[in-house]
């Protein structure tokens, strides 16, 4: 409840009866509005934060503060960041913050206390206390960046990013230095999850795992019973409670993909 004709829902977050989504007018680079709404009660109700109109496309808990990233493809780069449980949002302003894209995924590191965030050719990483933000870019530190539309956190410090072009970097120490990891193929990057022990990257066309029993290097898989699909992926998640390592990818066709590394 509380959407309107031609939203498209393109960021979820949840923390206890708190759920925020981001939406997008278009799923493409012409998105041009967007929305932040915010329900308190599980999900039974939506009110969309009065003022924030632009796209959003990612969102994040961070300790006890919410980030919300995204503004349209041609920039500048729109953050925001709320403290009392998305009542209330403010506008971060910050020199590091992209002029020229937009932002298109954050990640947090709950040990660290660190989020990063990434978009076209720019990943930053920060800190939040309340509302307030303080941002480092990190760009530098990454060979050939280009495109970045994903961010995650494997574990604490162990960061990957991927984009365009089959894009896909990793960091052990927190973003400092960065190692570009081969993915099959030359499609965009459009998901990542895991963890430390095994992990899913989606491009366009391809699910690619990676843990124990292949050395930790990613392989395309081949979906069972000659199955296909006809859409492109989208995005992929992993369920790793109590070790049930399973991987749910999504297509722009509607089709759900289930499977578990090992």
């Known amino acids: 409840t509380g959407a309107t004709a031609g939203d498209n829902v393109m960021a979820l977050a949840t923390k206890g009866s708190v759920v925020v989504i981001g939406t997008a007018d278009k799923r493409d680079a012409t998105a041009a509005t967007g929305s932040i709404r915010v329900s308190t009660d599980g999900g039974v109700s939506f009110t969309a934060?009065?003022?924030?109109?632009?796209?959003?496309?990612?969102?994040?808990?961070?300790?006890?503060?919410?980030?919300?990233v995204g503004g349209i493809?041609?920039?500048?780069?729109?953050?925001?960041?709320?403290?009392?449980k998305g009542a209330t949002w403010t506008t971060v302003t910050n020199a590091a913050l992209p002029a020229a894209s937009n932002l298109k995924a954050i990640a947090w590191d709950?040990?660290?206390?660190?989020?990063?965030?990434?978009?076209?050719?720019?990943?930053?990483?920060?800190?939040?206390?309340?509302?307030?933000?303080?941002?480092?870019?990190?760009?530098?530190n990454v060979s050939g960046i280009a495109g970045l539309t994903e961010v995650h956190v494997f574990s604490s410090g162990y960061v990957a990013v991927g984009g365009a072009s089959n894009f896909y970097a990793e960091s052990?120490?927190?973003?400092?230095?960065?190692?570009?990891?081969?993915?099959?193929?030359?499609?965009?990057?459009?998901?990542?999850?895991?963890?430390?022990?095994?992990?899913?990257?989606?491009?366009?066309?391809?699910?690619?795992?990676?843990?124990?029993?292949?050395?930790?290097?990613?392989?395309?898989?081949?979906?069972?019973?000659?199955?296909?699909?006809?859409?492109l992926y989208t995005d992929v998640?992993?369920?790793?409670?109590?070790?049930?390592?399973?991987?749910?990818?999504?297509?722009?066709?509607?089709?759900?993909?289930?499977?578990?590394?090992?």
């Open 73 to 84: 493809a041609a920039g500048p780069a729109k953050m925001y960041v709320s403290a009392d």
């Open 172 to 231: 052990l120490n927190g973003g400092t230095t960065w190692a570009n990891v081969s993915i099959p193929g030359s499609d965009a990057v459009t998901g990542i999850a895991g963890d430390k022990h095994r992990s899913v990257v989606t491009t366009t066309t391809a699910i690619c795992i990676r843990d124990v029993m292949n050395d930790f290097v990613y392989t395309a898989i081949t979906l069972e019973n000659g199955q296909t699909v006809t859409g």
């Open 49 to 68: 934060v009065a003022g924030l109109t632009l796209p959003i496309y990612d969102i994040v808990f961070a300790g006890d503060s919410i980030i919300a």
């Open 237 to 262: 998640q992993m369920n790793l409670d109590q070790d049930r390592n399973i991987f749910v990818a999504v297509t722009d066709a509607a089709e759900v993909v289930f499977g578990k590394p090992f």
């Open 110 to 140: 709950v040990d660290a206390a660190k989020f990063y965030a990434a978009g076209g050719a720019k990943l930053l990483s920060g800190t939040v206390s309340g509302t307030s933000v303080a941002l480092t870019d990190i760009s530098a």
